[in-house]
């Protein structure tokens, strides 16, 4: 079967620093992606991690372990821009579909 | 240089009805998949269409088709629809591991 797990919401202030977590359980893995999600817009692509460790990208860090089935999504600095839904994204074995989670959405207060 | 464009905006259609629904992918990109997202939920892997033959295809029953053109755009057929069906319509195309989102097609089924 295939499963990934996020947390529904989380909130936080401008400026601060927020780690957003995924776990997976899935049939095949051949990478995992962080996509951010706005309302009522497409998904953008954040990062995506295909060996195990920490990728950095500006603001945005994503870290994985496959032998946990577990990523982090880690955002510095916080603006109120960053106020979206955040997917996690397991690519399947064949590198054709994505399975996403059912997303996590972020409020960013001042 | 355009991105991925996605046709109409919004869609109203009456239960029964069929509807088609089309995709331009970003110049370069030779590979469309398409996604359904219901409110609140990560999106969910329709198919994906390659050298115009589908090429894989997710837990979606048959009354879901879809067409690859030799310009690499597509579409997506829904038959008999139900009001389950009500959900954006994501498309995505890439070349490579990388999936770029359109804005999607909002359909309400009423």
């Known amino acids: 079967g295939q499963n990934i797990d996020q947390p529904t919401e989380m909130t936080a202030t401008e400026g601060a620093i927020v780690q957003i977590n995924c776990t997976y359980q899935?049939?095949?893995?051949?990478?995992l992606f962080w996509y951010q999600q706005h309302a009522g817009e497409a998904p953008t692509f954040l990062s995506y991690?295909?060996?195990?460790g920490l990728e950095e990208k500006g603001r945005f860090s994503s870290f994985l372990s496959r032998s946990k089935g577990y990523s982090y999504l880690l955002l510095k600095e916080l603006q109120m821009k960053d106020s979206a839904s955040y997917l996690c994204?397991?690519?399947?074995?064949?590198?054709?579909?994505?399975?996403f989670g059912k997303g996590t959405t972020l409020s960013v207060s001042s | 240089d355009a991105g991925v464009t996605q046709s109409p905006t919004h869609l109203i259609k009456t239960r029964g009805q069929q509807v088609t629904l089309r995709c331009s992918p970003k110049?370069?990109?030779?590979?469309v998949s398409w996604y359904q997202q219901a409110l609140g939920q990560g999106p969910q892997f329709i198919f994906q269409?390659?050298?115009?033959?589908?090429?894989q295809r997710g837990n979606f029953p048959d009354r879901f088709s879809g067409h690859q053109f030799p310009n690499y755009s597509s579409e997506l057929n829904v038959n008999a629809l139900l009001l389950g069906d009500s959900a954006l319509y994501l498309c995505?195309?890439?070349?490579?591991?990388?999936?770029?989102f359109g804005p999607g097609t909002r359909l309400t089924v009423t």
């Open positions: 995505a195309s890439s070349r490579g591991y990388e999936q770029y």
């Open positions: 899935t049939s095949g893995f051949n990478g």
């Open positions: 991690n295909v060996l195990d």
């Open positions: 994204a397991v690519e399947d074995q064949a590198g054709t579909a994505l399975i």
């Open positions: 110049s370069g990109h030779d590979t």
């Open positions: 269409y390659y050298e115009e033959e589908e090429r």
